[in-house]
């Protein structure tokens, strides 16, 4: 059979019309699957399985389409064509060439289908909202003692907790959820701030040991309830068993599967004492408020609790987070809260090592108290597994990984924590930092915009602003921005920032001096960041001697400080910007050498220490080391010691670089990326 007398034959037969017809009815079921099929929860890989069945029939229905013919007498064996006699010893051959046809064409259908649902999740947006995302907004206390609040705030905390543990569902973290009232009455455009699809909202009443516990899971775009319940039970017998039953029923609604080590975690019972749980759960009301006098009220509940049950894993879990964020972001890197923090962790890891929490408190103590940086952040993802919506994860490892040097990636961990995180206020501005350090002003905008559209009258998104346009060089337009700011008269924020750097390149201090001036008698009296910029100001205004009373000031409070905590390089740092500014050769120079020693390892605060180099050497004449730790900021990512990120546009302006123009080198710094 020739190549023209086969084609013709196939034309006879309808094979083409079958082929087309089967082509055109498997994409058409293809596609139908994949859209029904998720919303009944059938796996993905019975959908695969049926698609792959589908395409193995096409060479089938192409050898049945050659041998058979529908007539009207019924199916029956296809005849050779009488213009085709010499061909019908061959005939029994045909079929092996449809098969081959067939299965390329297979082939290259299977292949497309790859490509085309690899483009599809290319182009699929990112805001798009799962049918398995859900917020826990806060549950109301209708206790009739309020002081029982932290009892609602808590068990809401516990049934999140649980949810965010399950891998199929989106949990919005606890941070955004509290900023929401109880039981609100605009659920879809809360839902649509959060980036959900169902919100969780309930009500707690607690009358010595008897707890009444109500709970509703909504749709928020059509308020349809999907579930709802009642529990009654004791505290010292069945609450950690209604929190488990109302997540559970949550998932379930929700279609959300879970896997057997998600069930194992879910039902966990952290401890047998009930007294214990309640001190536990004081101690994290007062622990995500983060201020001085809230640590303190939460160490006390925490170690309460680890008292009442030595036993009780999680406590010890977060007693060890606790002394870690205290020793990192309080300046109290002392022997006796670093031993606080690992006596802790090391009580968490005997009891229980394998939990989620356990493994949280070990990648805080290897990131805030070892500070090692590759350590923390592989057991960070690794806890990603078992704690898949924990936005405090994300978070730590994109500021880890800016540590690291890492500072794309740093971006990617910081929206990753956002898509959880949504309106937490501290989590944007580290990512408008890392944004800024790494100079892409573009996109440190844009989340600055963003923000603005959800706190419109926020002083440091707007300080942010004013600070990038100085960056660039845009004076005018940065007084302009800080115009509309409000200034908090008790702490300084980024707008007091902005504005202490606006005076100081615009070589105008009575531009923020009358601002400072209203704030020394306030907190930030005892504030040696805030004294050293108070004492810039005033020192560019002529007023030597209070510059000089208040540089004096802060130096006693950081040499304190230093002696307590002498590998601190957030201490070091200033202290050597201090004693530059008095004039101090020798002590400058060795804490310099300090700071670069424990700043080893550490990309933010190497390049930090570069700029407080620079600064400090100009002020000590040295010039030509000056310039060389210019040169070394200037060529990677930054944070600022203060004020905006140090740019080519920034060193032509700032009057600390005034000894250095003229220096070949020095122009040379300004004029590079200056378009």
């Known amino acids: 059979m020739d190549s023209r007398n086969f084609f013709t034959e196939l034309k006879r037969r309808n094979v083409y019309k079958v082929a087309i017809a089967y082509i055109v009815?498997?994409?058409?079921?293809?596609?139908?699957?994949?859209q029904v099929f998720p919303v009944f929860d059938v796996p993905n890989w019975a959908i695969r399985m049926i698609v792959l069945l589908i395409i193995l029939g096409f060479p089938i229905a192409l050898v049945f389409a050659w041998l058979f013919e529908i007539t009207p007498q019924g199916i029956k064996r296809t005849e050779v064509a009488d213009a085709m006699?010499?061909?019908?010893?061959?005939?029994?051959?045909?079929?092996?060439?449809?098969v081959v046809i067939a299965g390329a064409i297979s082939v290259a259908l299977f292949f497309l289908g790859r490509y085309t649902a690899g483009s599809k999740a290319v182009i699929r947006s990112p805001n798009d909202i799962s049918n398995k995302s859900i917020a826990v907004l806060?549950?109301?206390?209708?206790?009739?003692?309020?002081?029982?609040?932290?009892?609602?705030?808590?068990?809401?905390?516990?049934?999140?907790?649980?949810?965010?543990?399950?891998?199929?569902?989106?949990?919005?973290?606890?941070?955004?959820?509290?900023?929401f009232q109880s039981k609100p009455g605009n659920l879809r455009e809360i839902a649509q701030q959060l980036g959900v699809t169902n919100i969780l909202e309930g009500s707690v009443q607690k009358a010595g040991d008897a707890v009444h516990v109500n709970a509703q899971l909504i749709h928020a775009a059509t308020d349809d309830h999907l579930w709802a319940e009642s529990y009654d039970c004791k505290l010292s017998e069945g609450i950690f068993a209604v929190e488990v039953e109302v997540a559970q029923k949550v998932a379930s609604a929700l279609n959300a599967k879970l896997t057997g080590a998600e069930e194992k975690v879910l039902a966990q019972k952290p401890t047998n004492n009930p007294a214990a749980y309640e001190a536990y759960l004081q101690g994290m009301a007062h622990y995500w408020q983060a201020t001085e006098d809230d640590n303190?009220?939460?160490?006390?509940?925490?170690?309460?609790?680890?008292r009442l049950d030595p036993q009780f894993a999680v406590a010890w879990a977060a007693l060890a987070r606790l002394h870690s964020r205290i020793f990192f972001s309080n300046n109290d890197m002392t022997p006796t809260r670093r031993a606080a923090a690992a006596r802790a962790l090391n009580e968490a890891v005997r009891l229980q090592p394998d939990i989620a929490e356990t493994q949280l408190a070990r990648a805080y103590f290897q990131y805030w108290v070892l500070r090692d940086?590759?350590?923390?952040l592989g057991m960070l993802q690794q806890l990603r597994a078992s704690w898949p919506n924990n936005s405090d994860a994300f978070h730590a490892m994109a500021l880890i990984s800016a540590r690291l040097g890492r500072w794309t990636d740093a971006l990617e961990d910081a929206e990753?924590?956002?898509?959880?995180?949504?309106?937490?206020?501290?989590?944007?501005?580290?990512?408008?930092?890392?944004?800024?350090?790494?100079?892409?002003?573009?996109?440190?905008?844009?989340?600055i915009d963003s923000g603005?559209?959800?706190?419109?009258?926020?002083?440091?998104?707007?300080?942010?602003?004013?600070?990038?346009?100085?960056?660039?060089?845009?004076?005018?337009?940065?007084?302009?921005?800080?115009?509309?700011?409000?200034?908090?008269?008790?702490?300084?924020?980024?707008?007091?920032?902005?504005?202490f750097y606006q005076a100081w390149v615009r070589r105008d201090p009575l531009i923020a001096l009358n601002s400072f001036d209203a704030n020394a008698h306030g907190a930030n009296a005892k504030d040696p960041a805030f004294l050293l910029v108070w004492g810039i100001l005033q020192n560019q205004a002529g007023k030597s001697a209070e510059a000089r009373a208040n540089w004096t000031r802060?130096?006693?409070?950081?040499q304190k400080q230093y002696k307590e905590q002498p590998t601190n390089t957030a201490v070091i740092g200033p202290l050597a910007f201090g004693l530059a500014a008095l004039g101090d050769r020798e002590q400058t120079l060795k804490l310099l050498q300090e700071y670069d020693t424990n700043a080893a390892g550490d990309a933010r605060s190497i390049g930090t220490g570069h700029e407080v180099r620079a600064r400090s050497l100009v002020r000590l004449g040295d010039k030509e080391g000056a310039i060389a730790s210019l040169e070394q900021l200037l060529s990677a990512p930054s944070d600022p010691i203060f004020g905006p990120p140090v740019t080519p546009a920034l060193l032509r302006l700032d009057p600390d670089f005034d000894p250095l123009r003229g220096d070949p080198r020095f122009e040379k710094l300004c004029e590079e990326k200056s378009k």
């Open 85 to 98: 006699p010499a061909a019908a010893g061959q005939n029994r051959h045909a079929w092996i060439y449809i």
């Open 416 to 447: 990753r924590a956002l898509a959880l995180d949504p309106k937490d206020l501290y989590l944007r501005f580290q990512w408008i930092q890392i944004a800024m350090a790494m100079r892409d002003f573009p996109r440190a905008m844009a989340m």
């Open 138 to 179: 806060p549950f109301e206390n209708l206790s009739d003692e309020k002081q029982n609040a932290y009892f609602a705030a808590g068990i809401q905390d516990e049934i999140l907790t649980r949810l965010a543990k399950i891998g199929a569902l989106k949990v919005i973290s606890r941070s955004s959820t509290q900023q």
């Open 296 to 306: 303190k009220a939460s160490l006390t509940s925490l170690e309460d609790a680890v």
């Open 373 to 376: 940086y590759p350590g923390a």
């Open 452 to 499: 603005l559209k959800i706190w419109p009258n926020e002083s440091n998104l707007i300080g942010y602003q004013a600070l990038i346009l100085q960056a660039q060089g845009k004076l005018d337009e940065a007084e302009s921005i800080l115009k509309m700011a409000s200034f908090n008269k008790n702490q300084t924020d980024t707008a007091d920032v902005a504005l």
């Open 554 to 558: 802060a130096l006693g409070i950081l």
């Open 25 to 34: 009815a498997s994409w058409a079921l293809s596609q139908g699957i994949a």
